[in-house]
């Protein structure tokens, strides 16, 4: 089985939903790929609004959810972070570049480590010294994966994955699509654990 992970390095339900989705594509044998896609692009196309061109009582909501999201799964993320959002293009170039050069499991593990830099640690994940600690901190080659994720190809992949995220009907981070199914949101990963267990 193979889990199409669609996420936002900018949100904080993915970052909620990290190391769970990790541990039931492992428990389950699946294969997981992440696509640090561009919602920016989807969500005029989706119904979907960024978060400052929501109403202020979807954003007053939004904050109440995550604070507590964050007790239910002691998870110690800062609702408002300095750095948030981050500038975006950078580090999702080079989740891609080590996705498609390395392989998925590293990719993953660098988003998920500047997701917990964002989120925790409130440090700004779109700045070149940041990402590239970020980068060594998963025992990667920082000045390598910055000068291969500096190549155009790769901004040019990660808009062809957001037309692809389109074409399948995703429309929000993180969603996790095995076959033909979506899962839209951390909160519904048991949903996605029953579905592993089928097989």
């Given at each position: 089985?193979?889990?199409?992970?669609?996420?936002?390095?900018?949100?904080?339900?993915?970052?909620?939903?990290?190391?769970?989705?990790?541990?039931?594509?492992a428990?389950?044998?699946?294969?997981?790929?992440?696509?640090?896609?561009?919602?920016?692009?989807?969500?005029?196309?989706?119904?979907?609004?960024?978060?400052?061109?929501?109403?202020?009582?979807?954003?007053?909501?939004?904050?109440?959810?995550?604070?507590?999201?964050?007790?239910?799964?002691?998870?110690?993320?800062?609702?408002?972070?300095?750095?948030?959002?981050?500038?975006?293009?950078?580090?999702?170039?080079?989740?891609?570049?080590?996705?498609?050069?390395?392989?998925?499991?590293?990719?993953?593990?660098?988003?998920h480590?500047?997701?917990?830099?964002?989120?925790?640690?409130?440090?700004?994940?779109?700045?070149?010294?940041?990402?590239?600690?970020?980068?060594?901190?998963?025992?990667?080659?920082?000045?390598?994966?910055?000068?291969?994720?500096?190549?155009?190809?790769?901004?040019?992949?990660?808009?062809?994955?957001?037309?692809?995220?389109?074409?399948?009907?995703?429309?929000?981070?993180?969603?996790?699509?095995?076959?033909?199914?979506?899962?839209?949101?951390?909160?519904?990963?048991?949903?996605?654990?029953?579905?592993?267990?089928?097989?």
């Open positions: 089985m193979q889990i199409d992970y669609f996420a936002s390095l900018n949100s904080p339900w993915t970052h909620l939903g990290a190391a769970r989705i990790e541990a039931l594509a428990k389950h044998g699946a294969s997981l790929r992440i696509y640090p896609v561009d919602f920016g692009t989807i969500f005029p196309v989706s119904g979907g609004a960024v978060l400052p061109k929501r109403a202020p009582q979807r954003q007053a909501y939004r904050l109440m959810e995550l604070a507590r999201w964050r007790r239910a799964l002691d998870i110690p993320i800062q609702l408002q972070p300095r750095h948030f959002p981050a500038r975006e293009l950078p580090a999702a170039s080079a989740v891609i570049a080590v996705r498609e050069t390395i392989g998925d499991a590293p990719a993953i593990r660098l988003a480590r500047i997701l917990r830099a964002l989120w925790q640690e409130e440090e700004d994940t779109g700045d070149a010294a940041t990402l590239a600690r970020l980068i060594g901190a998963c025992d990667l080659d920082a000045e390598a994966v910055l000068a291969l994720a500096a190549e155009p190809r790769w901004a040019e992949r990660r808009a062809a994955d957001t037309e692809m995220a389109i074409a399948r009907g995703v429309f929000g981070a993180p969603s996790y699509v095995i076959g033909e199914e979506i899962f839209w949101g951390q909160d519904r990963l048991d949903f996605v654990a029953s579905r592993l267990a089928e097989g």
